[in-house]
Structures are given as structure tokens and as C-alpha cells.
């Protein structure tokens, strides 16, 4: 099933786990279902950026493919690939947050990044505004997983760190929470696939 860029009123606990998906693989996918069971949440997005601010544009798949990627290790109902950023005009988080909010407002959205995004948190655009406001699942990455919990972000969002199971309890918070989930490592890497395809 498509998503409606225009947005609808359904109460949805939906998780949006942003990336190049360049391509698509394995461990999206298992990012995906362990989020999603770990938060209880209805739904997983996964959205293809149009382009990451922070990544090169050069070796970058064209949006379709990249989409077509991510269609092919989603569901279509539990785990959905989007490419609503293009859509909606948007390539900043905070941007697309602030968009969907507006267009599904009885949404409870969650914030789903690996342990090497929580380390890059301050380089993002409104990267305050958006841990304030959002709650965060942060999920281990091969090699991140210490350092991003060490990391200027993690030890400034201390206060607001819950267990996961608490991540979207309550409401009415100052500040929004955010968690670590402590889910298997999956070794899939969009690098090393790229590397496979060319060296083939």
C-alpha cells in the first residue's frame, strides 16, 4: 500500500527509520522488526531520503531504485518503504518531522536511528529541537554501539533516557524521551554490497 503524502487522522504508533537504502538489505529490514516488536509500535517507514546532507552524492543510486530496493524487503503493511520526502519537499529531519506532524496529526512518531546516527546528532540541522521533540530509538550498529553511548549527544540527553518498553508511556513531557534498544547486531552493509556489485 502507497502512503498518502497528503497525510490522514489514524492513531498510529509509527516508527520512521530514515536513509539512503542504497541500496536496501537485510539489516533494514531486521533494524525494522526489532523496533517495531521492542516499542510495540503499528508501523515501520522506511524513507529514502531524496538526498542526505551528509553523504556524497557521488555512488548514490537514483531515488527509484533506491526505492525499489526498499520496497523489496518491506511488507507493505508492517515494515513500508516511502520516498514521502520527495514528496513532500523536503531533505532536513527536522523539516520532515515538522511536515508530517502536520499532515498526520493523531500519529505518535519515533525517531529510528543506529547507534552511528546517535554519535552524528549535533551535525544535524535543529538536532536539539528535534531530540525535544521526538522520541528517539537508537539501535546498535557494528562498531558505534560505545562510542555513540559516550557521545556528546548521549550525555547530554541523559535525564531523558527511558527503557523501551517506556519510550512512549505517558505524554505531556517538557522533552521528549528516547531509548536504547538492545537488539542483535546485523552485519548487512550497504557499503560492502556496493562493493560486492562493482567487484562482480
Known amino acids: ?21 542504497n541500496p536496501a538489505h537485510a539489516g533494514h529490514r531486521h533494524v525494522a522488526e526489532q523496533v517495531r516488536r521492542a516499542l510495540r509500535l503499528d508501523e515501520v517507514w522506511l524513507m529514502v531520503s531524496p538526498g542526505n546532507p551528509l553523504k556524497p552524492r557521488r555512488g548514490m543510486a537514483p531515488l527509484p531504485a533506491r526505492l525499489a530496493s526498499a520496497r523489496a524487503i518491506a511488507d507493505g503493511r508492517r515494515v513500508r518503504a516511502t520516498g514521502i520526502e520527495a514528496a513532500l519537499g523536503t531533505r532536513y529531519t527536522a523539516d520532515t518531522l515538522a511536515a508530517l506532524r502536520q499532515r498526520f496529526p493523531r500519529a ?12 552524528q546528532l549535533p551535525r544535524w ?23 555513540a553511548l559516550a557521545s556528546q549527544a548521549a ?5 531523558h533516557r527511558r527503557r523501551p518498553a517506556a519510550l512512549l508511556c505517558g505524554g505531556g513531557l517538557a522533552h521528549a524521551p528516547w531509548c536504547f534498544v538492545p537488539a542483535a547486531e546485523h552485519a548487512a552493509s550497504a557499503t560492502a554490497i556496493r562493493a560486492a556489485m562493482q567487484a562482480a
Open 125 to 147: 540541522k535543529s538536532w536539539a529541537a528535534i531530540a525535544a521533540t521526538t522520541p528517539i530509538a537508537v539501535l546498535p550498529r557494528p562498531g558505534w554501539t560505545r562510542r
Open 108 to 119: 505518535r512518531f519515533v525517531l529510528v536511528i543506529g547507534a552511528d546516527n546517535l554519535w
Open 155 to 159: 550525555h547530554r540527553l541523559a535525564r
Open 1 to 21: 500500500m502507497t502512503l498518502n503524502a497528503r497525510g490522514d487522522r489514524r492513531r498510529r504508533r509509527i516508527g520512521l527509520l530514515g536513509g539512503s537504502f
